[in-house]
């Protein structure tokens, strides 16, 4: 399957416009030289300098930019400017003669594209025409149509001695202008009159393919030419890496790269975004710093699409940090910053909900008058329903509707829904719903999940009831990201109501609704419990998993139900649902407690206060410090974060743990004074057992 590597149209061929851009040099080119220094009488002018040309002229297959290198056959003579002859010698001079040539090529690429105009152009130029005439205006033409009239016209009027030459320069106005159907049917006329292709021939075809976007083209020419037995450089093997890159030959793509490194070719920009796309798709986020270092080893300047992929990337790897240094540099390099680039930024930032980030990038690209597509406008209104961002997300949503030219898509009404879903403003969402239908899109699973959601913080039952059947007449299946919601306002949800979400979860899941029952049952139903819950947590998808096991634990931690709270709290440890939760060094023992929601993380918390008892019991030396790490994140939506609440119930517990003054989110003990609490801890339970 090919990736998706499409480049920005801005991109820079900068190498490839140097190496293909023609089809001819000649081999003894000819160079602007100053004279050699000349002693001059007084009140003499000294002679300027001026063309030194050469008698003899060779046409090669090599690069011609604007024609001046080709020489016109007459030896070097100096013109006395106030010599009454000077205007009729200047007329006869090289530059005069290339502007007049410039000019036939100005007059083709405006004239009709029929003979009889191509002709009454070119018979300006009289019988006798020089082969070196026929390359320079073909070189600097522009219009595909006219151009093949002009090769035939000179086809019928010269003896030349490499008709390739001409047939090059002409593919090379095809180049121009993007016209690969026009540049293959030429190619396919130089074989019907018995020409034979060279390399320049085909490196000029690849490098329209590539200028078109197709590079599937470009592969399909490169693999022609052992056919002619022709053997492609290492030049055009070199821009080749781009085009494998870009349909989807990603090994072949790599070897050409092995091969490149260890015989020294020349790379271009475009190659090395190639490489870093390459990379990024692939999930090897470290191969495209490694790709981009090695740019740089071989003093290839970075460009704007460079820095754009490498943005990209970092953004799908979640490291918006380096995200942060890959824009300096790009800065501090000299490069703008494209549209591209800002977009890349807050895609980077969105991913990682940095909405600080994401929104001061949102007001760079307003103040250079850049213009957001609904794209990004949504991610920006996605990431502030992820951080809790009402206010600014409302701001953008207005400013966005105002514009005119920019119409809100499901997905914008649907993160609008989120947003006031999160804080349970029921109206609000409810209201832009209304206006989601009016714009003629109909609800989604994910817009119903929101409205659940909603419901469930406002603990209208009820109306989560009525929306989740809904949700089944629309004909729409609950996925398990809707299960998961339902199971999240059933931790919410008064005692007397969890009857009326527990029909509506165990339609959605059966599997699910079974153990939610057996959590709400007052007969504990021990290994069959911990079997049922371990077949549900191997069967769900692992973005769900740890969503699951804490809505699971709080709803048992809600309804007193401790037992069965550590029982699905050890699968999760067993399953690593959970992962490193507990950790010990020799002078440290910590819970780590982020990941977690409120009552799995007091459910860890009893757990790992039994395992400290225990281990004290078995003669355990316990370290010099210990710690309860909550993180020190809360999200704008929350009414309190876990370090709050842990705070308040660490006092119930009569726990020795503090709030460290400079570990924010850390509450910190030592070994005396935890050993001192455990010891009367058992002390207690020993008392109220007699």
């Not at 070199?238 to 793509?253: E, P, Q």
């Not at 600014?392 to 809100?408: K, Q």
């Not at 059966?510 to 057996?518: A, Q, R, T």
């Not at 989110?665 to 339970?685: D, I, M, Q």
Request: with cysteine; proline share 4%; glycine share 6%.
């Amino acid at each position: 399957m090919a990736y998706n590597l499409s480049s920005s149209p801005s991109t820079s061929l900068s190498q490839e416009t140097h190496l293909f851009c023609s089809s001819l040099s000649p081999s003894n080119l000819l160079q602007l030289k100053p004279q050699k220094n000349l002693s001059f009488p007084p009140k003499l002018h000294p002679i300027k300098p001026s063309l030194h040309i050469s008698s003899k002229l060779s046409l090669q297959e090599h690069e011609v930019t604007d024609g001046k290198n080709l020489s016109l056959s007459k030896p070097y003579i100096w013109v006395n400017p106030k010599s009454t002859r000077a205007s009729n010698l200047r007329q006869k001079s090289y530059d005069y003669r290339y502007a007049s040539l410039l000019k036939i090529s100005e007059s083709l690429n405006s004239c009709r594209a029929v003979e009889e105009d191509i002709s009454s152009v070119l018979d300006i130029l009289g019988d006798k025409i020089a082969e070196q005439d026929a390359v320079i205006i073909l070189n600097n033409m522009s219009n595909a149509e006219t151009a093949p009239f002009v090769l035939d016209y000179f086809k019928r009027r010269l003896r030349v001695r490499k008709e390739v030459i001409l047939y090059n320069v002409t593919l090379k106005v095809f180049r121009k202008c993007k016209d690969l159907n026009g540049a293959e049917n030429l190619f396919n006329k130089m074989l019907e009159r018995g020409v034979k292709p060279d390399n320049v021939t085909f490196s000029t075809i690849i490098s329209c393919a590539r200028h078109c976007s197709l590079p599937a083209k470009a592969v399909e020419w490169f693999e022609k030419m052992p056919s002619f037995g022709i053997k492609p450089d290492e030049v055009t093997c070199s821009v080749m890496i781009d085009s494998y890159g870009r349909i989807g030959n990603v090994d072949f793509a790599l070897s050409l790269y092995d091969r490149a490194r260890s015989e020294k070719w020349r790379l271009d920009a475009v190659t090395f975004s190639t490489l870093i796309k390459i990379h990024g798709v692939s999930g090897n986020f470290d191969g495209c710093l490694n790709v981009y270092e090695e740019m740089k080893a071989l003093k290839v300047r970075p460009n704007a699409a460079v820095y754009n992929t490498l943005l990209d990337a970092m953004g799908r790897a979640k490291r918006p940090w380096q995200a942060k240094n890959i824009y300096k540099e790009m800065l501090k390099n000299g490069i703008e910053p494209t549209w591209g680039t800002y977009a890349g930024l807050i895609r980077a930032y969105g991913r990682a909900r940095y909405g600080e980030d994401a929104l001061a990038v949102y007001r760079e690209m307003k103040e250079k008058g850049l213009e957001l597509s609904v794209v990004l406008y949504n991610t920006l209104l996605s990431t502030c329903a992820d951080v809790g961002f009402t206010d600014e997300a409302l701001e953008i949503f207005n400013e966005m509707r105002s514009l005119g030219t920019i119409v809100p898509d499901s997905w914008t009404y649907a993160s609008l829904i989120t947003i006031y879903s999160c804080s349970g403003q029921v109206e609000e969402a409810e209201a832009i719903l209304s206006e989601m239908k009016e714009a003629g899109f109909e609800p989604n699973i994910f817009v119903l999940t929101s409205l659940i959601q909603c419901y469930g913080k406002a603990r209208r039952i009820d109306d989560v009831v009525r929306t989740f059947d809904q949700l089944l007449e629309s004909g729409i299946t609950p996925d398990e990201r809707f299960c998961g919601c339902l199971l999240n306002v059933l931790t919410q949800a008064p005692e007397q109501e969890l009857v009326k979400l527990t029909t509506c979860i165990e339609k959605a899941n059966p599997k699910l609704g079974h153990i939610v029952k057996l959590i709400l049952q007052e007969v504990t139903e021990g290994e069959a419990f911990k079997n049922e819950v371990h077949e549900l947590l191997i069967t769900i998808g692992a973005d769900v998993k740890k969503a699951y096991c804490n809505c699971l634990i709080d709803l048992c931690v809600n309804l007193n139900k401790l037992e069965k709270a550590c029982e699905i709290l050890e699968l999760g440890l067993k399953l690593e649902i959970y992962a490193d939760i507990m950790s010990r060094t020799p002078t440290q023992w910590s819970l780590h407690l982020k990941s977690l929601s409120l009552g799995a993380a007091l459910t860890a918390l009893h757990i790992w206060i039994n395992d400290l008892s225990k281990a004290r019991e078995d003669g355990e030396e316990l370290p010099s410090l210990l710690g309860i790490n909550t993180g020190h994140g809360k999200h704008k939506f929350s009414e309190k974060g876990l370090a709050g609440v842990f705070e308040s119930h660490l006092k119930e517990l009569n726990a020795p743990f503090h709030e460290a003054p400079d570990k924010v989110g850390w509450f910190l003990t030592t070994k005396v004074a935890a050993t001192s609490w455990l010891e009367s801890r058992s002390s207690a339970h020993e008392v109220v057992a007699a």
